[in-house]
């Protein structure tokens, strides 16, 4: 539980939207140039501040979708009924000036020295941090396994799915598709469930470090079924999207 | 000086005036955050203590819910920026279980199952500000939620009031708990954005 004190002040400063990638019809890949960004640690957040001419401000929380070293990243989910999102999913073009506190957080987090093996397991857009951690494997030239547990959906919600359609050796993605899968689909096609959890997390005797990130339910039965398997509840790092129109 | 973001416009509702802190929006969810598995400890075995004072305290589950509770609506802020209004709690009054240890700590600690730790002064846990919950809309605080029973600081950022309580411990000095840590306010003010270190 020790953590690395952050006691500097976070001060906001003024980002400009770079290249912007669609990566599903509803999700949408950002970088942000930042003159003074003190680089991050793969898993931390950002919190975006956005200005309308007439002074108003929203404020939100987004995970780095880029490893450290790498040009800051945020990929970011369209939520309908959502302020910032839609905003930065469809309005937001290249040149755009936004504002930018980070990073935030230290404990979901990896680093090489963290080990591994490791069980990341995604529910929907719970995939961006996790994506900053495989890159930071590769990266930092890391060998720690990883099973990387993703569930989407539909195929067609499956975010970075041409990165991850050729991950770096010593990755393994498995998918399920929660609620359409393309026909042939040979992967799993429902829920994580317990059963599915023994298929695929690293037994709890290879001492596996689990990073877990999605919807709260997502996040609850898959925590709750890696401690049922044995995982000692301080190796399961968990981070958990509300459903709070973000 | 904030740059303006070309064609960023106000989406939801203003806030009842002098309700929301800066920098929150009000959601009817109950978003649930926490670093790790949700714990799942019987009542049996249940126990909440105060450590730190002339004699230690310890309540089992039975003896802590035969103590007087009190009944309250409260509007909660999460650091995340959700805020939550008129929420109803039931709990017992941190002047009620601070009221029978001997002590004369400034600080506290508090802890809970799974590992979790949150610093606090003793005078924002006195004065009909905060409470050992075990109730929520009427019905038994659900485990995601921190049940069977956990802090509630409603004056500050919601990570204070910390789920799955055990216990507190005096401190005569302030030391950081579990997201304190990680770079979040020593006091968390919400009306003051008291978010991360040196807000």
Redesign the interface.
């Known amino acids: 539980?020790?953590?690395?004190?952050?006691?500097?002040?976070?001060s906001?400063q003024?980002a400009t939207v770079g290249p912007v990638t669609d990566e599903t019809a509803k999700v949408r890949t950002l970088r942000l140039e930042v003159p003074d960004w003190p680089g991050h640690r793969a898993g931390q957040h950002v919190d975006i501040?956005?200005?309308?001419?007439?002074g108003?401000?929203?404020?939100?929380?987004y995970s780095i979708a880029s490893a450290p070293g790498e040009p800051l990243a945020i990929t970011v989910e369209r939520l309908d009924d959502?302020?910032v999102s839609?905003?930065l999913t469809e309005?937001?073009?290249t040149g755009?000036?936004?504002?930018v506190r980070g990073p935030?957080?230290?404990?979901?987090v990896w680093e090489e020295d963290s080990g591994g093996p490791l069980l990341l397991a995604a529910g929907g857009s719970g995939i961006v941090p996790l994506r900053a951690i495989v890159r930071e494997r590769s990266r930092a030239g890391s060998s720690v396994p990883v099973r990387l547990l993703y569930s989407s959906r539909s195929w067609e919600d499956v975010i970075y799915s041409s990165e991850f359609g050729l991950p770096p050796g010593g990755v393994e993605v498995i998918y399920t598709l929660t609620r359409s899968q393309p026909r042939m689909w040979q992967g799993y096609a429902r829920r994580v469930d317990n059963q599915m959890l023994a298929e695929v997390a690293w037994p709890a005797s290879e001492r596996p470090l689990a990073y877990v990130c999605g919807p709260?339910s997502f996040v609850?039965s898959v925590?709750?079924g890696?401690?049922g398997l044995g995982y000692p509840?301080?190796r399961?790092?968990?981070e958990?999207f509300?459903?709070?129109?973000? | 000086m904030?740059?303006?973001?070309?064609?960023?416009?106000?989406?939801?509702e203003a806030a009842p005036a002098g309700r929301v802190p800066p920098?929150q929006?009000v959601?009817k969810?109950?978003?649930?955050?926490?670093?790790?598995?949700?714990?799942h400890t019987p009542l049996s075995t249940w126990t909440f203590s105060i450590d730190g004072g002339r004699e230690p305290m310890s309540w089992t589950w039975e003896e802590f819910r035969a103590l007087p509770a009190e009944t309250l609506t409260t509007d909660i802020h999460c650091v995340?920026?959700?805020s939550k209004l008129d929420t109803a709690w039931q709990g017992v009054s941190l002047d009620v279980l601070l009221g029978m240890v001997d002590y004369d700590a400034r600080y506290v600690l508090a802890f809970s199952d799974?590992?979790y730790t949150t610093n606090l002064p003793v005078a924002d846990l006195l004065g009909g500000k905060a409470w050992v919950a075990f109730d929520y809309e009427g019905a038994p605080l659900g485990a995601?939620h921190g049940g069977p029973a956990r802090l509630l600081v409603p004056h500050l950022y919601f990570w204070k009031s910390a789920k799955w309580v055990r216990g507190l411990q005096l401190r005569d000095t302030d030391v950081?708990g579990?997201?304190e840590?990680?770079?979040y306010n020593m006091y968390g003010d919400p009306w003051r954005e008291q978010r991360?270190?040196?807000?």
């Open positions: 539980m020790a953590g690395t004190a952050v006691r500097g002040r976070l906001w003024t501040r956005l200005t309308a001419d007439d108003y401000q929203a404020e939100r929380a959502g302020e839609p905003y309005d937001a073009r755009d000036q936004l504002e935030i957080g230290g404990y979901f709260t609850e925590a709750a890696l401690v509840a301080g399961v790092k968990t958990r509300g459903a709070t129109g973000q | 904030s740059p303006v973001s070309r064609g960023f416009r106000r989406k939801r920098g929006y959601t969810d109950f978003p649930v955050l926490s670093a790790g598995p949700t714990p995340t920026r959700w799974g590992g995601e950081p579990f997201w840590n990680y770079g991360y270190a040196g807000d």
